[in-house]
């Protein structure tokens, strides 16, 4: 690899590997890429992940920051030729892109890349369902598209080794407007040359930040739209001969000197680790619960307490056991976390998800309801969960999580996952994705319409182009 800040030309798209940028190699992959060179199982597998990010999708039509999102970006630049996911309206393409890439992560039901800690799906999906329409792309040049975004943006957030988590930054936004300008480059036709360019001009317009957290605000939700509409924009620019940086991620002010410091442990090989033969969409983790990912092991332990016998009067304390860099999201403040106070600070609460799983048996949709939020009982349980450091995690590959139970009556219980339900050890099967996914979709749509866009899914890598798809998810 070339020293920071320097670069090789790419005169003809063919630089070798061994002389090039991580954003030549990045670029060379994109462009060589075809749904032929991948393994019949990771399609079937991307498939699924277009399944249940548009299952969510839907879902988020039916609540509040979904309407108000869609108002304020509409009110924009008006009508436009593209449907948005199961709202009445069509946008100009860049709006289009923002408000489903709103919609796909709104809930925070979709997809992680866990080494990299990324939602990163959310934004290539986005880009290339956008992308695609506008090109008239086919459904296998879709599927394609958005496995260079997943391939490249789970690798870049690896690389940082949650770093950028720790120094306030949100992957998913960061991260994922380099994996989206691969996309649309990808489905754009530009030539490794300009995705190169490409994603030298997006390092310019990447963000996200993780203040959301601080008091529940909605701001996590419009990152992956975003990413999509930066890449869309860098995609535009480098296409008609507009010069970006040449070492977007390793040079002086790249991505990882800029946001994660110098003298940072980032590993800048994992960036372009294994491309096109290692496929990391199959270390994606599905998502059981509508909750950060860190969240789940827990809620696991819990409904394994419940079934063991430990009722909600019993509870003396219960200490959550995790690693301290999601701790920080999750866990801290503890009082807030103990008492959030919308459906945002409950989603991303340890002490919550643990006292309604307890309490109620599960942790769905229903319980982000105020009513559930609020309730005496939940807040009151919550309050007796504290966290501590688990000296057996598996973070960052996977996200442990153990309940340490102290009941009135002076024992001591301990409940574990080791490895959190949805990632590649411990998975989903197909007809649990599949079953989620009918269960999002019908909260906003009747079951023949699910079913169109169910069969338009899975025919993607058949169909001539995804027309049949958006038409199946417009609403009207």
Same mark, same amino acid.
């Given at each position: 690899?070339?020293?920071?800040?320097?670069?090789?030309?790419?005169?003809?798209?063919?630089?070798?590997?061994?002389?090039?940028?991580? /954003?030549?190699?990045?670029?060379?992959?994109?462009?060589? !890429?075809?749904?032929?060179?991948? @393994?019949?199982?990771?399609?079937?597998?991307?498939?699924?992940?277009?399944?249940?990010?548009?299952?969510?999708?839907?879902?988020?039509?039916?609540?509040?920051?979904?309407?108000?999102?869609?108002?304020?970006?509409?009110? !924009?630049?008006?009508?436009?030729?593209?449907?948005?996911?199961?709202?009445? &309206?069509?946008? +100009?393409?860049?709006? =289009?892109?923002?408000?489903?890439?709103?919609?796909?992560?709104?809930?925070?039901?979709?997809?992680?890349?866990?080494?990299?800690?990324?939602?990163?799906?959310?934004?290539?999906?986005?880009?290339?369902?956008?992308q695609s329409l506008r090109m008239q792309a086919s459904g296998a040049d879709l599927l394609t598209a958005y496995l260079v975004g997943v391939e490249t943006a789970a690798r870049i957030g690896s690389a940082a080794k949650g770093g950028f988590h720790m120094r306030g930054h949100h992957p998913t936004g960061l991260v994922g407007a380099f994996g989206a300008t691969l996309v649309a480059g990808k489905l754009a036709g530009l030539p490794a040359r300009k995705l190169t360019d490409a994603q030298g001009i997006a390092l310019?317009?990447?963000?996200?930040?993780?203040?959301? !957290?601080?008091?529940?605000?909605?701001?996590?939700?419009?990152?992956?739209?975003?990413?999509?509409?930066?890449?869309?924009?860098?995609?535009?620019?480098?296409?008609?001969?507009?010069?970006? @940086?040449?070492?977007?991620?390793?040079?002086?002010?790249?991505?990882?000197?800029?946001?994660?410091?110098?003298?940072?442990?980032?590993?800048?090989?994992?960036?372009?680790?294994?491309?096109?033969?290692?496929?990391?969409?199959?270390?994606?983790?599905?998502? +059981?619960?509508?909750?950060?990912?860190?969240?789940?092991?827990?809620?696991?332990?819990?409904?394994? &307490?419940?079934?063991?016998?430990?009722?909600?009067?019993?509870?003396?304390?219960?200490?959550?056991?995790?690693?301290?860099?999601?701790? =920080?999201?999750?866990?801290?403040?503890?009082?807030?976390?103990?008492?959030?106070?919308?459906?945002?600070?409950?989603?991303?609460?340890?002490?919550?998800?643990?006292?309604? /799983?307890?309490?109620?048996?599960?942790?769905?949709?229903?319980?982000?309801?105020?009513?559930?939020?609020?309730?005496?009982?939940?807040?009151?349980?919550?309050?007796?969960?504290?966290?501590?450091?688990? @000296?057996?995690?598996?973070?960052?590959?996977?996200? /442990?999580?153990?309940?340490?139970?102290?009941?009135?009556?002076? =024992?001591?219980?301990?409940?574990?996952?080791?490895?959190?339900?949805? /990632?590649?050890?411990?998975?989903?099967?197909?007809?649990?994705?599949?079953?989620?996914?009918?269960?999002?979709?019908?909260?906003?749509?009747?079951?023949?319409?699910?079913?169109?866009?169910?069969?338009?899914?899975?025919?993607?890598?058949?169909?001539?182009?995804?027309? @049949?798809?958006?038409?199946? !998810?417009?609403?009207?």
């Amino acid at each position: 690899m070339n020293a920071p800040g320097t670069a090789t030309t790419m005169t003809d798209g063919k630089t070798s590997a061994a002389d090039a940028t991580i /954003s030549q190699q990045l670029a060379l992959f994109a462009d060589g !890429l075809s749904l032929a060179d991948v @393994p019949a199982a990771v399609v079937e597998r991307a498939k699924l992940h277009i399944l249940d990010c548009l299952g969510i999708a839907l879902a988020s039509t039916t609540f509040e920051f979904a309407q108000r999102a869609a108002n304020a970006i509409s009110g !924009l630049a008006g009508a436009g030729e593209y449907p948005a996911i199961g709202l009445p &309206m069509s946008l +100009p393409l860049r709006d =289009q892109v923002m408000l489903n890439g709103t919609l796909i992560h709104g809930l925070d039901f979709d997809d992680t890349h866990t080494a990299g800690v990324i939602h990163a799906s959310a934004s290539a999906l986005t880009t290339a369902f956008g992308q695609s329409l506008r090109m008239q792309a086919s459904g296998a040049d879709l599927l394609t598209a958005y496995l260079v975004g997943v391939e490249t943006a789970a690798r870049i957030g690896s690389a940082a080794k949650g770093g950028f988590h720790m120094r306030g930054h949100h992957p998913t936004g960061l991260v994922g407007a380099f994996g989206a300008t691969l996309v649309a480059g990808k489905l754009a036709g530009l030539p490794a040359r300009k995705l190169t360019d490409a994603q030298g001009i997006a390092l310019s317009m990447a963000a996200g930040s993780l203040e959301f !957290l601080s008091d529940g605000a909605w701001t996590k939700r419009l990152h992956p739209g975003w990413a999509g509409v930066a890449g869309i924009t860098a995609v535009a620019m480098a296409g008609e001969g507009f010069i970006g @940086p040449g070492a977007a991620y390793e040079g002086r002010y790249g991505l990882f000197n800029l946001h994660l410091g110098g003298g940072n442990d980032a590993d800048l090989s994992l960036c372009t680790a294994g491309l096109g033969q290692t496929w990391e969409l199959e270390q994606v983790g599905f998502k +059981p619960y509508p909750a950060c990912h860190f969240n789940h092991s827990f809620a696991d332990a819990t409904l394994a &307490m419940r079934a063991d016998g430990i009722t909600p009067d019993m509870v003396e304390r219960i200490t959550a056991l995790i690693h301290p860099t999601p701790a =920080q999201v999750v866990c801290e403040p503890l009082a807030q976390k103990q008492r959030p106070a919308n459906a945002y600070e409950a989603q991303f609460s340890v002490p919550y998800i643990v006292a309604q /799983s307890l309490l109620r048996g599960r942790f769905t949709l229903d319980e982000l309801d105020p009513s559930a939020f609020s309730e005496g009982a939940a807040l009151a349980l919550a309050a007796k969960v504290d966290w501590a450091e688990d @000296p057996h995690t598996r973070f960052p590959k996977y996200y /442990s999580g153990e309940l340490v139970v102290h009941t009135k009556d002076g =024992q001591t219980r301990r409940y574990r996952e080791d490895v959190n339900r949805g /990632s590649d050890a411990n998975p989903l099967s197909a007809a649990d994705i599949e079953a989620k996914f009918w269960a999002n979709a019908t909260r906003a749509v009747n079951r023949v319409r699910a079913e169109r866009v169910y069969d338009a899914v899975m025919a993607l890598d058949r169909s001539a182009d995804a027309w @049949p798809l958006m038409e199946a !998810l417009a609403a009207g």
